[in-house]
């Protein structure tokens, strides 16, 4: 027995219930032959999700939950919330008029801004002349022995209503296993629609990524020729590869959600193959294996484009590091260039230093003698000097000078900060 009060102290993960709660998220609804089951998945807005949950459920204000199942007459109706679309199913057992059935889809999905992406119909029966009968459809069929013995034929082609139509014959099967076959057949035949939608996408980008990829060995070319020709300009080139990249990013951004879905989605539709365990019976073409033969391809192609992105995404990556090393390599031989110029006029500035210190040093003791004149022509006049004060200015002269030259040349290497 649980002590409550230990119970109050626990604490449980946020994510606990929806983890317990996700495995009854996709109940089977019970079935008894013979019956009818309309199957159809949609994508709508919120409001409309909520108004469906109320409707369904009946009560004034349903929360939007994984599922709500309900009966209203002789019609069960489910209403699930699956990650990118919504589902309803509508099942009328042990009544073989389908009239009821689509009254009750028209009155729940003839709303606004609904968009149906699957709509199938399974006509269940219990003995082959019925199968046979409704079998009759005046075209090619599919068809095979399933788990729990049902026998399923198709054509997978839609009718006048865009509906696509099976019939199943179940002779021993129980409402709750039938109901798991069943549900397994609606869920292949949706998410291989939710799979293949991805398709035409890829065939669209395929076509614009031919046209990039024009564009790119344009580019390279030119790149390959840029050496030579002086009238393409590295920065041009760098221009047209940086637009090509927005576009191809672009295009990569329009595509990556959906392309990865149809790859989820393609991994459940085999999923639900096996589960089928679908045997060939006669000369008639299993679904599973025709549904194989036609999903692959697709697979192929969706895979192939997503390659090709890739592919096209290192090629402009690659091209534009070869061009940005290409400028990097002229900026180098340029900035070499420059410092040889620099280093050329440095040695004729330092020449010219030299010559204006030479100069310098001449005029300053040009000047410095002419004031020593004017000092010794004082005491020549008042008899102080023992010799002529010319004498002594020619003496002066090369000491003069000297002290001039030497202390200029310290100013001008202090000045450079170096010392010889």
């Known amino acids: 027995m ?19 709660d996700e495995v009854h998220a996709r109940p089977a609804m019970e079935i008894i032959a013979p019956a009818i089951v309309l199957h159809i998945a949609f994508t709508c807005e919120s409001d409309t999700i909520s108004e469906l949950f109320t409707q369904v459920s009946g009560k004034t204000s349903a929360e939007i939950r994984r599922h709500v199942i309900n009966k209203t007459g002789n019609i069960d109706t489910k209403i699930e919330r699956h990650t990118e679309f919504t589902s309803c199913t509508f099942v009328a057992s042990n009544n073989s008029d389908g009239a009821e059935l689509i009254e009750a889809y028209r009155s729940l999905l003839i709303r606004k801004n609904v968009k149906v ?21 005046g075209k090619r069929f599919y068809g095979g ?35 798991r076959r069943i549900q397994r057949i609606y869920e292949l035949e949706t998410y291989r629609i939710m799979a293949l939608i991805g398709l035409p996408l890829a ?55 959906r392309f990865s879905a149809s790859n989820a989605y393609f991994d459940i539709v085999d999923a639900r193959i096996k589960t089928l365990v679908e045997q060939e019976r006669g000369d008639l073409q299993t679904i599973s294996g025709f549904l194989k033969s036609r999903l692959e391809p697709a697979r192929a192609t969706i ?10 995404t290192e090629d402009i990556s690659r091209a534009l590091a070869l061009l940005r090393t290409r400028i990097d390599i002229k900026m180098n031989h340029g900035n070499q260039a420059l410092l040889k110029s620099l280093d050329g006029r440095y040695k004729q500035q330092l020449l010219i230093s030299q010559a204006v210190e030479g100069l310098s040093t001449i005029a300053i003791t040009y000047y410095a003698i002419g004031l020593l004149s004017y000092f010794l022509k004082a005491f020549d006049k008042a008899g102080h000097l023992p010799v002529s004060y010319t004498l002594i200015l020619a003496a002066a002269v090369p000491v003069i000078m000297f002290t001039v030259w030497y202390s200029v040349r310290r100013l001008r290497l202090k000045l450079h900060g170096s010392e010889d």
């Open 117 to 137: 992406l699957s709509k199938c119909q399974i006509s269940i029966v219990t003995t082959a002349k019925e199968l046979a009968k409704k079998s009759d459809f």
């Open 303 to 312: 895979k192939s484009v997503e390659g090709r992105q890739k592919t096209l």
């Open 2 to 20: 649980q002590n409550p009060d230990v119970e109050t102290l626990w604490a449980y993960h946020d994510d606990r219930q929806a983890a317990i």
């Open 145 to 179: 022995t399933m788990r729990g013995e049902l026998q399923v034929h198709s054509t997978l082609e839609t009718d006048n209503q865009s509906t696509i139509n099976y019939t199943v014959m179940s002779e021993k099967s129980g409402p709750n296993e039938l109901g």
């Open 203 to 257: 065939r669209r980008q395929s076509s614009r990524l031919t046209k990039l990829e024009d564009q790119l060995n344009q580019i390279t070319s030119k790149l390959e020729a840029a050496s030579s020709d002086e009238d393409v300009s590295d920065e041009d080139l760098f221009q047209e590869l940086s637009i090509l990249s927005g576009k191809l990013d672009n295009l990569r951004s329009e595509t990556r959600f």
